[in-house]
């Protein structure tokens, strides 16, 4: 691990949370078909590129960070909810699948501009 550069270490990151997200929805017994038809809820937030290029990029950032379903998660976890923590294990998996493809948060510039690199 030593040596890789900060890139390749972003997408590496991007496939253990896709695949610890795909884990735990297993374990917590969640509907496979569900997950497809939810996995890509959150680009739909990419429709705030039709206000302009500063709202599309916050309203993307805002469901493409891991700090709003990891929050829920740890919420959710001590009140003895884990089973209802299934849409936000999509929706961890869907951040980790965009990370690992190489695709970031954008800056208001562009939707091409990630923090990744330009796409």
Known sequence: M??????????????????LSCILYH???????LFLLLF??????????TINKTVGAACYNLVHTYVLPLS????????GHQSQSWPILIWTAHIGLDRMLGYGLKYPSGFRDTHLNKV
Do not use: R
């Open 2 to 19: 030593f040596g890789l550069k900060p890139k390749p270490l972003l997408h590496l990151e991007g496939a253990v949370v896709l695949l």
């Open 72 to 79: 829920l998660f740890c919420f959710l976890w001590p009140s």
């Open 40 to 49: 890509l809820v959150p680009d739909l937030f990419m429709l705030g590129y």
């Open 27 to 33: 374990q917590f017994q969640g509907n496979w078909l």
